[in-house]
């Protein structure tokens, strides 16, 4: 009878030992600023979450700061491929709008400490010159994201915008910022669908359709 001999099991490379030490490390540290705020949290802490030493996070990070920019970098993509999903492929602009309000409401239930968490780290870098331009750069990605968006839908419904698309997107940023500020300190104060008549609203006032184009976006925000 032939003995069939267990396969042993491969030795991850360097580099792969590195990305899960990164990784083990990123997902404590979500866990700890999470729980305990950026600055309450400390490298001690999130290092004693991961498994590892003081000298194993600062052998893949710079420290505290450096390791929560590249966390919220993938938390903002995270989201922006769920605004997407939501946004994308709608019959509408009105649609297309309700679609991301929802979205973004869903998100500020779901993880309220995450919301606040990086409120808390916008206060704390702009008051510093060299931490500014980098939470600048991961905030931008946000912006980008509903400029694209933007764009897209104009091009797909036929319309012209009464401002650029850049400037569209910082205005509905700051609502939704805004929009998640009152419901974490007042739920009762802000109605869900709220954002979404909203945000249909304004681009019923600043959209206006393309020559030669019959239909316009205040038919949709009236719908």
Do not use: C
Not at 198 to 207: D, P, R
């Amino acid at each position: 009878m032939q003995t069939t001999v267990p396969a042993t099991p491969s030795r991850m490379t360097r580099e792969q030992s590195k990305a899960q030490t990164r990784e083990r490390l990123l997902a404590a540290a979500r866990r700890v600023f999470a729980s305990s705020g950026f600055h309450g949290a400390s490298v001690e802490e999130i290092a004693s979450a991961a498994g590892f030493s003081t000298g194993a996070l600062y052998s893949n990070f710079d420290g505290k700061e450096d390791l929560f920019l590249e966390l919220m970098e993938r938390e903002i993509a995270e989201h922006a491929r769920e605004i997407s999903a939501a946004v994308r492929d709608r019959a509408s602009v009105a649609e297309r709008a309700a679609g991301g309000a929802r979205q973004w409401m869903t998100m500020i239930e779901r993880e309220p400490e995450l919301l606040l968490l990086f409120m808390e780290f916008w206060a704390y870098g702009v008051r510093d010159p060299d931490v500014r331009p980098k939470v600048a750069a991961r905030f931008a990605q946000v912006r980008a994201l509903l400029t694209d968006l933007i764009a897209e839908g104009t091009r797909e419904f036929g319309l012209e915008l009464e401002l650029p698309a850049e400037h569209l997107a910082v205005a509905i940023d700051a609502l939704a910022d805004g929009i998640a500020r009152q419901k974490l300190a007042d739920p009762d104060a802000v109605p869900d669908e709220l954002m979404g008549r909203v945000l249909s609203l304004l681009l019923a006032a600043v959209t206006r359709p393309a020559r030669g184009r019959a239909t316009s976006v205040r038919e949709d925000a009236a719908s």
